[in-house]
């Protein structure tokens, strides 16, 4: 036994699935329709796999009536982006809408858990590895986060660790169906981006989140990272604009 099992025990983190229960899940990928290549490239990513991924026709920031949002109540007036200090431009909101809807889904799935996934998410992971991460994902975990983006962590279990201040990310992410509800219910109207909205959640308690202690998705479209880096972010690059 080595020194983290020593640490670690088994019994230390109540989980979400008992030993001899079946992990099944969905695997939804938000795309955006004029981005055909970041659909095929997530595709080809689980053509070797026993994973069938779900592309969910991801809302356009561009086409979006944000009066009319307003005046339903789903975005509110005072939204707030605190990288620029102004309003939340239209591909915020649409990123925010997009997950707002998958979370929905996972609500209603017949599964414990849902992945969600954004299509600049490049798996370092195989299947395997994969489901051997959601098999310890924590009993009272709303969200279980597979990108880590040099956040602080705090290891908890050998295969999970609890973010220990403000982190940033939804390229892929576990949602429960507790958690799913918790969003659904605790996340209108929009009033900072998707990621502010839930570390705010996070930071005040309403929700709980983790994350895998191995990287196992990084994003690729930060520019930064040359190893990795595939697409421009349709976020990023229309912010600053």
Same mark, same amino acid.
């Given at each position: 036994?080595?020194?983290?099992?020593?640490?670690?025990?088994?019994?230390? %983190?109540?989980?979400?699935?008992?030993?001899?229960?079946?992990?099944?899940?969905? %695997?939804?990928?938000?795309?955006?329709?004029?981005?055909?290549?970041?659909?095929?490239?997530?595709? =080809?990513?689980?053509?070797?796999?026993?994973?069938?991924?779900?592309?969910?026709?991801?809302?356009?920031?561009?086409?979006?009536?944000?009066?009319?949002?307003?005046?339903?109540?789903?975005?509110?007036?005072?939204?707030?982006?605190?990288?620029?200090?102004?309003?939340?431009?239209?591909?915020?909101?649409?990123?925010?809408?997009?997950?707002?809807?998958?979370?929905? =889904?996972?609500?209603?799935?017949?599964? =414990?858990?849902?992945?969600?996934?954004?299509?600049?998410?490049?798996?370092?992971?195989?299947?395997?590895?994969?489901?051997?991460?959601?098999?310890?994902?924590?009993?009272?975990?709303?969200?279980?986060?597979?990108?880590?983006?040099?956040?602080?962590?705090?290891?908890?279990?050998?295969?999970?660790?609890?973010?220990?201040?403000?982190?940033?990310?939804?390229?892929?992410?576990? %949602?429960?169906?507790?958690?799913?509800?918790?969003?659904?219910?605790?996340?209108?109207?929009?009033?900072?981006?998707?990621?502010?909205?839930?570390?705010?959640?996070?930071?005040?308690?309403?929700?709980?989140?983790?994350?895998?202690?191995?990287?196992?998705?990084?994003?690729?479209?930060?520019?930064?990272?040359?190893?990795?880096?595939?697409?421009?972010?349709?976020?990023?690059?229309?912010?600053?604009?």
């Amino acid at each position: 036994m080595d020194r983290l099992s020593l640490i670690f025990k088994k019994d230390d %983190v109540k989980l979400l699935h008992g030993e001899t229960d079946a992990v099944e899940f969905e %695997v939804m990928c938000i795309n955006l329709l004029r981005r055909p290549d970041k659909k095929l490239f997530m595709e =080809k990513q689980f053509e070797h796999t026993g994973l069938k991924v779900h592309v969910f026709p991801a809302i356009d920031g561009l086409t979006i009536d944000i009066p009319q949002l307003i005046k339903d109540g789903i975005l509110a007036e005072d939204n707030f982006c605190p990288a620029t200090g102004m309003a939340l431009i239209p591909v915020q909101i649409g990123v925010y809408l997009s997950h707002y809807e998958l979370w929905k =889904k996972a609500l209603l799935s017949s599964n =414990k858990i849902s992945l969600i996934l954004e299509d600049d998410a490049l798996l370092i992971c195989d299947q395997q590895q994969l489901e051997a991460f959601a098999r310890h994902i924590p009993e009272d975990a709303d969200l279980f986060f597979l990108n880590l983006r040099k956040n602080k962590t705090r290891p908890i279990s050998l295969y999970a660790s609890k973010f220990t201040g403000r982190f940033w990310g939804l390229t892929a992410y576990f %949602v429960t169906r507790k958690g799913a509800e918790k969003l659904v219910n605790l996340t209108l109207p929009i009033h900072k981006s998707a990621d502010e909205a839930i570390n705010e959640l996070s930071k005040h308690g309403m929700i709980t989140c983790y994350c895998a202690r191995k990287e196992l998705v990084v994003e690729c479209s930060n520019s930064r990272d040359v190893r990795n880096f595939r697409f421009e972010s349709d976020i990023i690059t229309r912010t600053k604009e």
